[in-house]
T-cell receptor, first 109, second 116 residues
Framework: GQSLEQPSEVTAVEGAIVQINCTYQ??????LSWYQQHDGGAPTFLSY????GLEETGRFSSFLSRSDSYGYLLLQELQMKDSASYFC??????????FGPGTRLSVLP | DTGVSQNPRHKITKRGQNVTFRCDPI?????LYWYRQTLGQGPEFLTY????????KSRLLSDRFSAERPKGSFSTLEIQRTEQGDSAMYLC??????????????FGQGTRLTVV
């Protein structure tokens, strides 16, 4: 089967750094994406890792280790607007995306 | 381009009725996906199209569900004989895909279905 695991909730304060982990078990793994979804909104793309290592996009960074079937999303200089759900998604055989259950991030003042 | 558009945004229907949703993807995107999402869960894959061809359908998808993408443009998702368990947000996404697959999918705002 295919499955991804993430922590269900994470809480941090404004200005802090938070890391959201994702482990996956999928066949035909091509890469790992991260999406942000605010309540009532659509998932929006944050980053994608096809190769091992760190990808940096502004305040957000994402890491992938294929040998460990593990990745994480790093959010720096947290802002209140970062409060949302974050999903990792495995690119499955280059065909579709299998999403994790999501991590709800709460940023406190 | 205004992004991925889904209609209607909300649908309330009685159990046993048929419903149809429409998705208009980003115009140059060759791949279109349908997902279902319930509260507190991640999007669950339903099916996807490469141009007009439906290439994969989730094994979890009941035969009451059918999707089409005529001419490789917009897509429709029909649910026949709706059940209360079908109540969910139905998300459409599109991507521009090469042989390595897509890194990024663009999602619409979804159609929220409530079956009463």
């Amino acid at each position: 089967g295919q499955s991804l695991e993430q922590p269900s909730e994470v809480t941090a304060v404004e200005g802090a750094i938070v890391q959201i982990n994702c482990t996956y078990q999928t066949s035909g793994f091509y890469g790992l994406s991260w999406y942000q979804q605010h309540d009532g909104g659509a998932p929006t793309f944050l980053s994608y890792n096809a190769l091992d290592g760190l990808e940096e996009t502004g305040r957000f960074s994402s890491f992938l280790s294929r040998s460990d079937s593990y990745g994480y999303l790093l959010l720096q200089e947290l802002q209140m607007k970062d409060s949302a759900s974050y999903f990792c998604a495995a690119n499955n055989y280059g065909q579709n995306f299998v999403f994790g259950p999501g991590t709800r991030l709460s940023v406190l003042p | 381009d205004t992004g991925v558009s889904q209609n209607p945004r909300h649908k309330i229907t009685k159990r046993g009725q048929n419903v149809t949703f429409r998705c208009d993807p980003i115009s140059e995107h060759n791949r279109l996906y349908w997902y279902r999402q319930t509260l507190g869960q991640g999007p669950e894959f339903l099916t996807y199209f490469q141009n007009e061809a439906q290439l994969e359908k989730s094994r979890l998808l009941s035969d009451r569900f059918s999707a089409e993408r005529p001419k490789g443009s917009f897509s429709t998702l029909e649910i026949q004989r709706t059940e209360q368990g079908d109540s969910a947000m139905y998300l459409c996404a599109s991507s521009l895909t090469n042989t390595g697959g897509a890194a990024e999918a663009f999602f619409g705002q979804g159609t929220r279905l409530t079956v009463v």
